[in-house]
């Protein structure tokens, strides 16, 4: 029954309401490269700075690895967020594999704006290996954009369906 | 090389809308190399409609097949098992593969997945311009390779018009004047002397507009 009123509460115009839900935290899926942002990562964890728990990190080569598939693929199974971390331009083991990802977030998020679940969930950010507290300052806010949009609705569905609602 | 773009997302979710289970047909050929209907345009195409039915309550399956040509029946028939199993096709091929898979599939309905655009060659990454319109009586040879059918916006057999500023065309500045790009050219091999020429008014009872053409090389039929 209580997923029912959640079901119902993101059918209307003003449906995140879920971000009043203090017990929810959006599932946020971080792209680090390599070379960068998963050595951020690293030294963001060895200095103990906090970040909410439900960031998720994947380890890539290089943000050029990642395809414009790998983020809808992301979003369809139900992530809330996500992070594309890479080198900083200029700065790119493969030389123009970050600003390759950039490109291709770019056209992410025009792709999420036109079928409505909304360019703001995706974000790229480039950061140095050392950059840890910025690292995490990134992800506070993709967390906290997240939070604003409220839970992702493929999400929704898919636990509408489970419970037979659908 | 057949070059075309790709149709919105919210153009084929309209084009798809009453349907529940639908194969999305790549080609391997021209539209893959120009980026717009190969394996992964068509597999992106495929993750943002699923997306956008979902997120209007009313899902779509979508099958996703990449055969080498579209054009060739020899490898439509690769289409056929998944074909069966849908209600619908859209064929991202060029208008070519999209009616040969209409024939090869009369009773299914099939969409077109793209907008075909021309006949032309890759400039740099990701930049194709048009250098064919296909008229059927070449006369290439008489402009030192650079065709003024296509790339001349006032088609001038015996130009230039003298509008140009810049070497740019005065039609559309970000394109250049084919007539320079010929004087360039002749120049270039020594033929500056075909300038001199009138080339006489074009056969156009070989182009598109008087119907659709057929060719028939009777030495190689079975």
Redesign the interface.
């Known amino acids: 029954m209580k997923q029912l009123n959640h079901r119902r509460n993101m059918e209307g115009p003003d449906a995140p309401e879920f971000s009043a839900d203090s017990r929810w935290e959006p599932e946020i899926i971080a792209f680090c490269c390599d070379y960068c942002a998963y050595s951020a990562a690293a030294l963001a964890g060895s200095n103990r700075m906090q970040y909410p728990a439900g960031v998720r990190i994947i380890h890539t080569p290089c943000t050029g690895k990642i395809e414009t598939e790998h983020i809808l693929g992301a979003f369809e199974k139900g992530a809330d967020g996500i992070l594309v971390v890479g080198c900083l331009e200029g700065g790119c083991h493969f030389v123009e594999g970050n600003l390759r990802a950039r490109r291709r977030a770019d056209r992410v998020c025009a792709i999420l704006d036109e079928i409505g679940l909304g360019g703001g969930r995706l974000k790229m950010v480039n950061l140095s290996d050392s950059m840890a507290s910025e690292f995490v300052q990134e992800i506070l806010e993709i967390v906290e954009k997240a939070k604003a949009l409220g839970p992702n609705p493929l999400k929704l569905s898919k636990q509408s369906e489970s419970a037979g609602s659908l | 090389m057949i070059v075309a773009s790709q149709k919105?997302?919210?153009e084929l979710?309209g084009i798809i809308s009453g349907h529940k289970k639908v194969l999305f047909a790549g080609c391997g050929t021209c539209v893959t190399v120009c980026l717009a209907g190969g394996e992964?345009e068509v597999?992106?195409a495929t993750?943002?409609i699923?997306?956008?039915r979902?997120?209007e309550?009313n899902p779509v399956e979508i099958v996703q097949m990449t055969i080498e040509r579209q054009c060739e029946n020899e490898f439509i028939k690769d289409l056929a098992e998944p074909a069966s199993k849908v209600e619908a096709i859209v064929s991202f091929g060029c208008g070519a593969g999209v009616q040969a898979i209409a024939e090869r599939f009369p009773g299914k309905p099939v969409y077109a997945g793209l907008n075909t655009q021309f006949l032309g060659v890759l400039e740099e990454q990701a930049v194709w311009t048009e250098k064919c319109m296909g008229c059927g009586d070449c006369m290439l040879s008489h402009f030192g390779g650079i065709c003024p059918v296509t790339r001349c916006a006032k088609r001038l057999l015996n130009g230039p018009c003298g509008g140009s500023l810049e070497s740019r065309c005065e039609v559309d500045p970000d394109r250049p004047c084919a007539w320079q790009l010929i004087y360039n050219r002749l120049k270039g091999i020594g033929q500056l002397e075909r300038l001199e020429d009138i080339v006489p008014p074009k056969d156009w009872s070989t182009a598109w507009y008087c119907g659709a053409r057929k060719v028939v090389r009777k030495e190689h039929q079975l």
């Open positions: 919105s997302i919210t979710k992964r597999s992106i993750y943002a699923r997306i956008a979902k997120l309550r």
